[in-house]
């Protein structure tokens, strides 16, 4: 295989104006795809309310999109070092966009839970090659004074995310089908803006061939492990054949891929970096602060509308002070980080940060104080502004520009994997606990367990007043529980952080370019 050659009006450096104009472009797409994930935080018990959906549904409706955004993430990573950067991404947003309008006509569950799958397609690409595409443009040093817009558009999309999610369930004119419809247009504007605004060099190979194998290898393993998690303890036991035949199918699939993956030319997953020392502990970091975050917080919505009683809005603003903690934490990082070129401070303090935050959301129960509530949400917010991006910006100063992409999709697929693991770990803890719950209170007050007309048990308005009483006690009791199991899992982010080697943010692009 050839060597890659660049165009050379390309390889000149960008101006502050030509970032911020290409930044634009990729920001508001950023935003429109990670809106699209916490949009539906707080409209998701209505949508799976109308659809007649269960616990187990409502999970999933979020665990699809994370797994497929998951498993395209190496291969869309890859595909940014061998092909046009700037073409991969606007086909992100297309799949995106067609997903989207897909989900807001679905009928039933199921085919909300399909539909958001295709969705996760596009998802994973955009959130993996707006990183590549930053990486190509800005040099690690100088990263640090643009992480303020990063964390501004992360705050941004998760504050926003709920409050319009709410609104438009509140909203009897639209309805939640337009939690969907409603990102397709900026999408579409974000790729226009993208057309004339991104300009990145291209990485020119011959006889690429790129690793379909392995990316399908992994993907399938990573499929089966968490269908497995979805499903064990409640359709079946733990300790039973469809649990060794799934696990064992799952591990041996992964086991095939890493085989794979050390013998072929372009692997979609390199193990030379993922064995180098700063990578390998950013992915432990960012698998636990992954599994930490979005499989802790995806369930918050629900516990302000089902265990509290709040209606979508107002679970949209009670959400405000954990994406405060984002801006504010990853704005003066990113500065301080720029300014004295050292990271592994600030992913220290971050994870240690998160822990404590998850440690006092784990007294959570129907009728905690909310001031209470939103200082531990605002230490997790903060936690997560100074660690999670940072955790990728570590990987990225290692690497050579030629393995940018993947580089930063593994710490992003490892990322995602974590909070695809947690959402589907913590949401079977949820259900389980939540149905023991409304069994026993049922039971106490002389009610037959399991009797509603058939009727799902988010569907609270379809319930007499005492069971929907129950229901809310159950869910706001048994929250907490699961935020003791993200403050564990977080744990293991700080002792990744802390065994993180001390390294300077270089001042360049490429690796092999000159330092100052």
């Known amino acids: 295989m050839s060597a890659p050659t660049l ?30 994930s916490t949009i539906v935080s707080t409209a998701l018990p ?37 092909y046009s950067k700037k073409l991969l991404v606007q086909l992100a947003i297309v799949l995106f966009v067609i997903g989207s309008l897909a989900a807001g006509f679905t009928q039933t569950t199921e085919q909300l839970i399909a539909a958001r799958a295709f969705q996760g397609l596009g998802m994973g690409g955009v959130q993996a090659l707006v990183q590549v595409a930053i990486a190509t443009m800005i040099p690690p040093r100088e990263r640090g004074r643009y992480n303020g817009y990063l964390g501004g558009v992360m705050a941004l999309s998760t504050v926003a995310g709920p409050l319009l999610g709410g609104l438009i369930v509140d909203t009897e004119a639209l309805g939640w089908r337009w939690c969907f419809f409603i990102g ?22 011959e006889n690429v061939k ?24 409640d359709s079946f036991a733990w300790l039973s054949w469809q649990t060794f035949a799934m696990v064992g199918a799952g591990l041996a699939l992964l086991g095939i891929a890493t085989w794979v993956e050390s013998r072929v030319a372009e692997p979609v997953v390199p193990l030379p970096i993922v064995r180098e020392r700063t990578t390998a502990l950013a992915i432990l970091g960012s698998l636990a602060v992954g599994m930490a975050m979005f499989g802790g917080t995806v369930f918050l919505g629900q516990y302000f509308q ?20 984002i801006l504010v934490s990853s704005t003066i990082a990113g500065k301080a980080m720029t300014k004295s070129g050292r990271i592994k401070p600030y992913v220290v303090a971050g994870t240690i940060i998160l822990v404590i935050g998850f440690g006092g959301l784990s007294a959570l129960d129907h009728d905690t104080p909310l001031w209470y509530i939103f200082l531990a949400m605002a230490l997790v917010g903060v936690g997560v502004g100074m660690s999670m991006q940072n955790l990728v910006l570590a990987v990225q100063n290692t690497v050579a520009l030629k393995d940018i992409g993947a580089a930063s999709s593994t710490v992003a697929f490892f990322r995602s994997l974590g909070g695809t693991i947690g959402v589907s770990v913590l949401g079977a803890v949820l259900a389980r606990r939540v149905t023991d719950s409304i069994t026993e209170q049922l039971t106490a007050l002389g009610v037959p367990a399991g009797s509603g007309s058939g009727t799902s048990s988010l569907n609270l308005a ?9 229901i809310r006690s159950a869910y706001g009791d048994a929250t907490g529980h699961i935020f003791l199991i993200s403050m564990g899992v977080a744990v293991i982010g700080v002792v990744a952080a802390i065994a993180m080697k001390p390294a300077r943010l270089r001042s360049t692009v490429d690796l092999s370019a000159p330092t100052k």
């Open 210 to 233: 790129v690793d379909y194998a392995g990316a399908t290898l992994i993907a399938a393993g990573v499929s089966v492990i968490l269908i497995w998690v979805s499903f064990v303890g």
């Open 184 to 205: 397709a247009p900026f999408a579409v504007i974000a790729l226009l803006v993208l057309q004339k605004t991104l300009h990145l060099p291209v990485m020119r190979r």
């Open 46 to 82: 209505k949508i799976i309310g109308d659809l007649n959906g269960s616990q187990t549904q409502y999970t999933w409706v979020i665990t699809a999109t994370l797994l497929t955004a998951t498993a395209s993430t190496p291969i869309w990573g890859k595909l940014s070092d061998l």
């Open 462 to 470: 379809a319930l007499p007043e005492p069971i929907q009483q129950v």
């Open 306 to 325: 089902i265990g509290r009683g709040y209606s979508p809005t107002e679970a949209g603003l009670l959400m405000i002070p954990m994406m405060f903690g």
């Open 7 to 36: 165009d050379r009006v390309e390889q000149s450096p960008m101006t502050h104006r030509e970032i911020l104009e290409a930044l634009s472009g990729l920001l508001l797409v950023l935003f429109v795809a990670m809106a699209s």
